[in-house]
């Protein structure tokens, strides 16, 4: 490129950002581009080791005011997980919308204020979920892409109120879909779209392991964090021939002068079997 890109990373909870796009986001800080990352939801209700763990056995959770002040506590912790993890990627902007994580839904609000943030920080590549992850309807990965897609669109036009111009992103790049995951719900049974894109994180995966290690309210630091790298980015990186990859799906085909190809495609093209294997067998050393 022959400019710095501008990249937004859109996530439902806080550490969505992080596992799908964290060692890319990291990749295009280090080359200078500026990367942005928006949190949809607190995530205070999921997979939070005081909310989700510590309640569930418990004979009956407090009452409404205290459960809802134990809920703004740990939505800071979170939050401050989230920034922590950003640092070590190289990102400065983490911007935190802070809906219920209760029921994501596409609302006017939600919408709207990310389509005057979008116009605002004027990113060229946004990624975010897949709009049809899972059932598509329930399913809060899938809303926030849905969201983002509304967002996008509001943001091509003007909006009462908001002084920014209209913005429209050059692409959008859906987080991967499947790598380790197995089917196994009747919603899983669409197809018709692929991972197209991989990026090689195998550079950063140390860098992407420390940030995730940053999540311990998530229960992602130590063990999980590991497991996840190595069953998820592993076998995204053993689809696209290199140790650690992240999957994306492109939103829009992309229009050429000349038929493209990549480095990395003439690479695994003039290398043999038994170097690929060596490659790919690269595996993330444990402390």
Known sequence: MSEPLRIL???AHPADIFDQSGGTMAHHAARGDYVGCVVLTHGARVHDKVISDEMHHRSEVPEADELQ?????????????????????GVDDVYFFGADDAVLLVTDEAVRRLARLLRQLKPDLVLTHFPKEGDGLTNAHAVAGQIVLHALSLAS?????????????????FFGTGAAAIPRQVWQSEGGYYNDVFIDITDVVEKKLAALDCLVSQGYGGAYARKRIETSDGAFGMSGGVAYAEGFISMNAETHYYLPVTERALAIARTSDHEKIEETSYRVPVD
Not at 165 to 172: C, D, F, G, I, T
Request: aromatic share 2%; with cysteine; net charge negative.
């Open 9 to 11: 990373s859109v996530g």
């Open 157 to 173: 036009g003007v909006d009462p109120g908001d002084t920014n111009p209209p913005h429209k992103s050059a692409q959008v790049f």
């Open 69 to 89: 002040s134990l809920m703004a506590e740990r939505s800071d912790v979170k939050a401050e997980e989230a920034r922590e993890a950003c640092k070590l990627l």
